[in-house]
């Protein structure tokens, strides 16, 4: 039986290495809809579209079976080790992130932000009238250094990074979509969404 073609022929990486502080517990291994954790329901959903992809995580927590990006400091919760232990493993010039806690981001999204894409820019990142969005976006290889120095010098400050880099932005309405589970209130409004 053949497997239907990817919508997007590039890799996409699920950022899971957080601390997950305010939740109070690792939201990545929260249950969600169906799949015993949140990582694993946006694995598979995400698999669906893309041609590859992986986990950026410290270790391996998972009860499924993932492609993961082991990060290169364990001691750092900060987006910034993800993202240089992914341009290390990975060859791809450009890979698309997205946070294991934004689980309503979908095709739709996705489709525009690549359409705002062109191998000149950094990264394209979305934005809703509730700010930016750092970890849904495209970053492209040519920041790699960038990351590297960020980390040597202990500057995790991504918004400003993409600020002074040619990054573009993408505004978008629906504020839901973009719903990130950093509190166990925002973790039970996004159970009761995927029942409607």
């Known amino acids: 039986m053949s497997h239907p073609k990817p919508l997007f022929d590039m890799t996409c990486v699920i950022f899971a290495g957080g601390k997950s502080s305010r939740m109070g517990e690792d939201k990545a291994l929260l249950p969600f809809g169906t799949f015993t954790t949140l990582a694993e329901f946006q694995y598979q959903r995400l698999s669906k579209l893309f041609n590859k ?5 410290k270790d391996n927590k998972f009860d ?4 993961l990006i082991i990060d290169i400091d364990v001691e750092s919760s900060a987006p910034t080790v993800g993202f240089v232990s992914l341009f290390k493993q990975l060859k791809d010039e450009r890979v698309f992130v997205l946070s294991v806690d934004t689980p309503f981001v979908g095709e739709e999204e996705i489709a525009i ?3 705002d894409d062109n191998a ?3 990264a394209v990142i979305a934005k809703t009238k509730g700010g930016t969005h750092p970890l849904c976006g ?9 990351f590297k120095q960020m980390l040597a010098t202990q500057n995790h400050r991504l918004v400003k990074m993409l600020s002074e880099t040619n990054s573009t932005y993408v505004l978008f309405k629906n504020e839901k979509v973009f719903l990130n589970l950093n509190h166990p209130n ?8 995927l029942k409607t």
């Open 53 to 57: 992809v992986y986990i950026s995580t």
């Open 120 to 122: 000149l820019l950094d």
């Open 138 to 146: 495209i970053y492209h290889r040519s920041l790699f250094s960038t």
């Open 113 to 115: 932000l690549l359409e």
């Open 186 to 193: 925002e973790y039970q409004e996004a159970v009761k969404l």
């Open 64 to 67: 499924f079976e993932a492609d």
